[in-house]
């Protein structure tokens, strides 16, 4: 697994698969968002696998699907924090960008910006769309 953490209480990761969800555990996470679309995901690692597994290891799970160019605000309000959370989707960077917009108003845009690119997503083009949802 590649955990990229963003906050004390959130981090993302690409696609975990049932497998991990003990260890997803041990590391101290208590819910699970899924922002990758059931079509994307192989047999086996679909959203209601991950799901049975984490809920049978006493994990929450939110299935919060994000369409590759369609992020809605819909997406951006799902993507909340319920204790310590990993959000995932195929690579990460959807999770770490539906992150992004939600702090928006909540953090400084450029510590969102500079926490994104700790992380390993270096995305300075979202503060435009951070600042409007801010200013929103």
């Known amino acids: 697994m590649d955990i990229r953490v963003l906050s004390p209480s959130f981090a993302v990761s690409p696609q975990i698969h049932a497998h991990d969800i003990e260890a997803i555990k041990e590391a101290g996470f208590a819910h699970i968002i899924c922002n990758r679309p059931i079509y994307e995901s192989a047999l086996g690692d679909q959203p209601d696998d991950i799901r049975a597994a984490a809920e049978a290891a006493g994990l929450t799970f939110a299935d919060n699907p994000v369409v590759s160019g369609q992020l809605t605000m819909e997406n951006i ?13 195929a690579s990460g960077t959807r ?8 702090q928006a108003g909540k953090q400084p845009t ?27």
């Not at 993507?79 to 990993?86: A, F, I, W």
């Not at 083009?125 to 600042?131: D, F, K, P, R, W």
């Open 110 to 136: 450029q510590s969102i910006i500079d926490t994104l690119a700790d992380a390993g997503f270096p995305m300075p083009q979202l503060a435009g769309q951070i600042e409007a949802l801010a200013q929103a």
């Open 77 to 89: 309000e799902a993507q909340v924090e319920q204790g310590k959370t990993l959000a995932y989707c």
């Open 95 to 102: 999770s770490a960008i539906v992150w992004a917009l939600s």
